[in-house]
Structure formats: C-alpha cells, structure tokens
C-alpha cells in the first residue's frame, strides 16, 4: 500500500502537481505584493522565455539543443521540469564576492552548498574575490574568476580541491601569462575556457595554462571588432561556437563568430552593459551596470523590446552585474550593491523571488555581500523531495547547460 501512495505521489509531482508558490521563509522570501514600476515589453512579445516570441519556440526554446552551449544527458527533463516551477525554479549558485565564498541556495532559502567549508579554510583553501562562477560541463568542477586577483581557478564539486587554470595570484599583468581583471570564465566543451581579460582589452581562449586563440590586441584598446576591443566585461559563449561580446566604453554589444568573423556589433542603449545573454530570435538579454540599474531585452538592432528599471524603492537595482533567463520564464538577477540576488517575473514586471537582506551584507545565514556572480542549477528529484512542495530535491550538477 505504502508504495502506491509514493507513486501517486510521484505521479502527481512529475504532472505539475507542486504547490504554486514557494513558502517564505526568514532567507528566502516571495515578493509578488511588491509591483516595479519602471517595467514595460513590446505587445508583439508575448509571455515565455523570457517574453518569447511563439515564433521561436517560447519557454522550451531556452533549453532546445540549437540554443544551449554544453548540453548534458538528462538536461531536457530537468529544464522541463523547471519550467513548471514558479520564483526559483531549482538551485541558484551564487558568487558571493564581498564575503570571498560560494553557495548555492534552494527555493526555500537553504544553503546546500558552501565553499569554502571551515575544513577548507583550515586546510589553506580559499577564495578571494571570487566573481563570477559557473559550473563545468558535466558537473564535477565549478570555474571562477577572481577579478581583482588576477586569476583564474577551479573548484571540485565533490572533494572542494581548488586549483590555479590561469594568471599570477595577486599580479596584474598584459603577457601571455597575466591577466588584468579577468570576468566570466566558462569552461567549453572542448576542455578549453574562455574569459574577457578586461583591462587587457582582449578575449582569451586557454588550454592547459596557455592562450590558444584570442580576440583582441593586449592592452590595445579600441573599438574595432574582432581586430580591437575597449575594455570587456562580457564573453558568453554561443551555440554556434561564437562569443557574445560586451566592451564597457560604448556600450558595444558585439557578437565574433567562431571563425572570428563579426557577427554584428550594435551599440545598447544602457549606461554600463554587463555580461550580454542570447535569448532566442537572436534577442539579447542584458544588465546596466548603473544606479539606478537596468534590466533590458534588445533586438539586434538595440531596439529595446522590455526594460525593468525602477528609479526608487524596494524593486530600484543598485549595479546589476548578470541578469539570467530561468526555464520559467522568470529572470535572475545579481543586484550587486544591494546585496541581494533577486528574480524578475517579466510578464508581471516584479520582484518574486529574493536571497539577501536589502542594503545590508553579511555572513549570517541569508546574507550576502556584493553577489556578483551565479549560476542556475536544475533539481534532480529524490524518492523523498516529492513529499515537499515544490519538490526540491538535490542539485542536478551533470545538467546544468550555457547560456
């Protein structure tokens, strides 16, 4: 009898059955009561994806094979399963920067993920500024760069070995060893990373501690892509073996195709862009980097086709480093010097989602300092995560998929 119950009980939740809103709880809260004003989207974009055109597939066109980088066997299910979550739909890593750690947060606010651990601490490892992190394709190791480091290190998921892929720790440099505030490292599938060397005005791609191919000259900085790059803060790699390009001065949103050829280059129509995330229809999401802060969807043309900005209250952004699309529809965004990480309901133009205490860092549990980085990660059920509502379950690292 006891096993019937637990496969109706399956049953249900693989159907959609999960309750619709998560609990708040004193780490994690939902803020559907709170409307942003400052939110609009085009009338011909309607609700999915985020605000995807049915033309492109909608919500499932976020996770289809043609728009992911990476792509891990049971991803699709995963992803899928997300997108009938509503808030957080799954596991949020975030790079913690002011309080030099990494966790990785469920639903409900939990942490089930620190690095460092006190055992780590004691044995010498650590982090130090740590910026944006990302999970490895096939989920054993994270990569992270440490921007005001230098450097460019890996973490191991399971035993929390840490070691050292790129740069000279504490030395800013222009060589073919040095790095000068290096943002956004993704690991690629091919066992290379790729990173926006920001200072160096340049775009790295490394293989076993050296530069295999880069875009841009060292140090040369100029808008003129691929030959020339001003400073970078962006380089999100694409399906179709390109990179997705943000250079600080200009607002220059350029993409270089895997040849090396340019794509395109459009100037946003924000103060500061950070970290440019392909969306399907060749639609670009996008943070400004600014106070008051933005959240933007553009065309390839920088027509903007939605904008979240409120200029005062609990929804203004305070220098928005990534803003992320979420299976659901919903968008992540790292609200950097309002110390929280916070999700976007697009369709709604609203917070309904936060980890972090507004305006206020710390380490305490629910606390954070300076968020700069994350990274979405899909549950992968247990026998027993279907008796809670929603069925968090466990990190399903080996799905996780770019961008």
């Given at each position: 009898m006891a096993s019937i119950v637990v496969l109706v009980v399956l049953l249900v939740s693989l159907l959609g059955g999960s309750s619709s809103t998560h609990p708040a709880t004193s780490?994690?809260?939902?803020?559907?009561?709170?409307?942003a004003t400052g939110a609009s989207q085009d009338a011909a974009f309607p609700p999915g994806g985020p605000l995807s055109p049915a033309a492109v597939g909608g919500l499932?066109?976020?996770?289809?094979?043609?728009?992911?980088?990476?792509?891990?066997?049971?991803?699709?299910?995963?992803?899928?399963?997300?997108?009938?979550?509503?808030g957080l739909?799954?596991?949020?890593?975030?790079?913690?920067?002011?309080?030099?750690?990494?966790?990785?947060?469920?639903?409900?606010?939990?942490?089930?993920?620190?690095?460092?651990?006190?055992?780590?601490?004691?044995?010498?490892?650590?982090?130090?500024?740590?910026?944006?992190?990302?999970?490895?394709?096939?989920?054993?190791?994270?990569?992270?760069?440490?921007?005001?480091?230098?450097?460019?290190?890996q973490v191991g998921i399971q035993d929390h070995s840490l070691s050292f892929l790129f740069g000279h720790p504490g030395q800013a440099g222009s060589d073919n060893t040095h790095l000068n505030t290096p943002d956004d490292a993704y690991e690629l599938t091919d066992g290379s990373f790729t990173v926006a060397d920001a200072y160096n005005c340049r775009i790295l791609f490394v293989r076993d501690h050296r530069i295999i191919r880069q875009?841009?000259?060292?140090?040369?900085?100029?808008?003129?892509?691929?030959?020339?790059?001003?400073?970078v803060n962006g380089d999100t790699p694409l399906p179709d073996g390109g990179v997705l390009i943000s250079e600080i001065n200009g607002s220059w949103i350029d993409d270089v195709g895997p040849t090396g050829k340019l794509v395109f280059s459009v100037q946003a129509p924000v103060g500061y862009p950070s970290d440019p995330q392909p969306l399907p229809g060749g639609r670009i999401l996008l943070a400004d980097y600014s106070s008051p802060g933005h959240i933007i969807i553009m065309d390839r043309?920088?027509?903007?086709?939605?904008?979240?900005?409120?200029?005062?209250?609990?929804?203004?952004?305070?220098?928005?480093s990534l803003a992320m699309p979420l299976p659901n529809g919903d968008i992540a965004v790292n609200d950097d010097y309002r110390d929280?990480?916070?999700?976007?309901?697009?369709?709604?133009?609203?917070?309904?989602?936060?980890?972090?205490?507004?305006?206020?860092?710390?380490?305490?549990?629910?606390?954070?300092?300076?968020?700069?980085?994350?990274?979405?990660i899909p549950a992968q059920p247990s026998m027993f995560s279907y008796l809670a509502s929603p069925p968090n379950g466990t990190p399903d690292w080996a799905s996780v998929i770019h961008p």
């Open positions: 780490h994690a809260r939902l803020a559907s009561s709170t409307t499932p066109a976020l996770w289809a094979p043609q728009n992911i980088v990476g792509d891990q066997p049971g991803t699709t299910a995963a992803y899928a399963a997300a997108a009938r979550l509503p739909p799954g596991f949020l890593l975030i790079a913690d920067r002011g309080n030099n750690r990494i966790l990785v947060i469920d639903p409900s606010g939990n942490k089930v993920f620190t690095y460092p651990s006190a055992a780590d601490l004691a044995a010498g490892r650590k982090l130090y500024y740590n910026d944006d992190t990302f999970v490895e394709p096939g989920g054993r190791y994270l990569i992270a760069n440490e921007e005001d480091n230098h450097a460019i290190v875009i841009g000259h060292s140090a040369v900085c100029r808008h003129d892509p691929p030959n020339y790059l001003g400073a043309t920088g027509k903007v086709l939605w904008r979240y900005g409120p200029t005062e209250g609990y929804g203004r952004l305070d220098h928005p929280r990480v916070i999700v976007i309901d697009p369709r709604l133009g609203r917070i309904v989602w936060q980890y972090g205490h507004t305006d206020h860092a710390g380490t305490a549990p629910g606390y954070l300092n300076i968020p700069d980085g994350m990274d979405f």
